[in-house]
């Protein structure tokens, strides 16, 4: 099914660890980009990339890095997880410069650390 | 920055009533678009409407983008509808190309 695919659905981690949140896309879109979700918060952009070899900071970059070596995938590392990091992770692609034909948001990552 | 407001916070109807949301923004935007999340936590686009008004069953928008707000119109809702609505808007420039920036939402509850 064509979409955007996010693993794992749920992530308990320790402070101090790190991970990768994975995410992929088979629509061939240019623009991917992560969000964060906490309540009362709406979503804020962490990292975004307008194509392959392309990325750059959102709102809330801290403690967070990426890359998009292909157009299909854009991998999220948390480097040392720490409590305040516990969130709801999206991740989202479109198609066509500026993002006009709308938004296809992956199912997100439930990510506690403790 | 672009602030996105949204109201109401909270919303609570009966099955079978109508409502309207609002999404005011403090800036000229090129990209403005609603989201639904249903209580399993997906985001699903319901429409991407940068001026005007669109209709999608018992869904509509409309945008006045010289007054810097738009409007979702619920008709006859049902249990389903539950969730949260989110407004998004992107100004584009430079490196920032369709970053779109999220209002708090309104949590519709519908009984039935």
């Known amino acids: 099914n064509a979409g955007v695919t996010q693993t794992p659905k749920f992530q308990v981690l320790k402070t101090g660890q790190s991970m990768t949140l994975q995410c992929a896309q088979d629509?061939?879109?240019?623009?991917m980009s992560w969000y964060r979700q906490d309540p009362g918060m709406g979503l804020r952009l962490i990292h975004y990339?307008?194509?392959?070899?392309?990325?750059d900071q959102g709102e809330v970059p801290n403690g967070y890095n990426v890359s998009r070596s292909t157009t299909e995938d854009f991998p999220l590392r948390l480097l040392s997880a720490a409590p305040s990091q516990t969130s709801v992770y999206f991740c989202?692609?479109?198609?066509?410069?500026?993002?006009?034909?709308?938004?296809?948001f992956g199912s997100g990552t439930r990510l506690t650390v403790v | 920055g672009i602030q996105v407001e949204q109201s109401p916070p909270d919303l609570i109807l009966q099955e079978g009533a109508n409502s309207t949301l609002r999404c005011n923004f403090s800036?000229?935007?090129?990209?403005l678009q609603w989201f639904h999340q249903n209580p399993w936590g997906q985001l699903i686009n319901l429409f991407y409407?940068?001026?005007g008004t669109k209709q999608n069953g018992r869904l509509s928008a409309t945008t006045v983008a010289t007054e810097r707000y738009s409007l979702l119109y619920i008709s006859s809702s049902q249990t389903t509808d539950s969730g949260v609505y989110f407004c998004a808007v992107a100004l584009f420039y430079g490196g920032s190309q369709g970053n779109l920036i999220f209002g708090k939402g309104t949590k519709l509850s519908v009984k039935p």
């Open positions: 800036d000229s935007v090129n990209n």
């Open positions: 990339s307008v194509g392959a070899g392309i990325t």
């Open positions: 989202a692609s479109s198609s066509g410069q500026g993002a006009v034909y709308g938004y296809t």
């Open positions: 409407i940068p001026s």
């Open positions: 629509m061939n879109h240019e623009y």
